[in-house]
């Protein structure tokens, strides 16, 4: 069995938030924003991100700042000059580096009131298993569809929302998915698509869609605002336009399906 790194002590988990933290959360909240109780609610979750490069990094970066109790961030690998076109927990300084650890340092530096997390790998289907059960929240920002379908898997068998964010060059897209009551990402994708390994990214775009992630996470951790249930988003930002259609659930699904009974 996977050994998982026993999670660090959280942050002031006691309940209330600080004076402090009032003060560091003060210009989002208020009318149209935030309670006080939806802060108190987002300083209680764990959120799960795999990876955090160009589209997992400021999602995670944008959450850690949102105040949300603890960050889990998995990411294998040393970082390298092509990915410093997109992903903005890396600096130059850190090139030939581990990515996981270098991005979990900068996470902490901007919030010491979260508490970070870090995996320093992809996680298989035991590990990512544990990970979801802990989490109030999964996204999914890989490139690998093999990888987005195995956070699928655990996000489902947990029942904990399932944020899946994804880009090709200068088109991004967004699904916000909720274990039996909408599509998951296997109703999307019966057969896993081939994958390819050096696709076109364009930071902007990846920036763009883990913020719109950040958002969703946001809205449902808080439970504010109306999240993006079973809907795909997309931007095509070649052109400058966003396209939205809501998901249909596969009700044979071999992930969130009811079993055939013979
Ligand atoms: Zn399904």
Not at 48 to 70: D, E, K, S, Y
């Amino acid at each position: 069995m996977t050994r998982l790194p026993e999670p660090p002590n959280p942050a002031d988990r006691s309940g209330e938030l600080s004076a402090e933290e009032l003060e560091r959360y003060a210009r989002q909240l208020g009318p149209g924003v935030l309670t006080h109780a939806d802060q108190t609610r987002l300083k209680h979750a764990t959120v799960l991100i795999t990876r955090a490069g160009g589209i997992g990094g400021p999602a995670a970066l944008l959450l850690t700042m949102a105040g949300v109790g603890r960050i889990v961030i998995a990411h294998g690998g040393t970082l390298e000059s092509p990915d410093l076109n997109r992903q903005v927990l890396g600096s130059e300084s850190g090139l030939g580096q581990a990515r996981a650890a270098q991005f979990g340092e900068y996470l902490r530096s901007m919030n010491r009131f979260v508490t970070v997390e870090v995996i320093p790998r992809e996680p298989d289907d035991e590990e990512v298993g544990v990970l979801a059960r802990r989490s109030q929240l999964v996204i999914t920002c890989a490139p690998t569809f093999a990888e987005r379908l195995r956070l699928n898997n655990a996000a489902v068998a947990a029942r904990v929302p399932l944020i899946d964010a994804a880009q090709w060059g200068m088109t991004g897209t967004l699904m916000v998915l909720q274990p039996h009551r909408t599509a998951c990402l296997r109703c999307v994708y019966p057969t896993t698509p081939p994958f390819e390994e050096l696709f076109p990214v364009v930071g902007a775009i990846s920036s763009a869609m883990g913020s719109l992630a950040a958002l969703e996470a946001i809205k449902i951790l808080a439970e504010s605002g109306e999240p993006l249930w079973g809907q795909l988003v997309t931007y095509d930002g070649f052109r400058g336009r966003f396209h939205q259609v809501e998901l249909r659930r596969d009700p044979l699904c071999r992930c969130c399906g009811q079993p055939i009974v013979c």
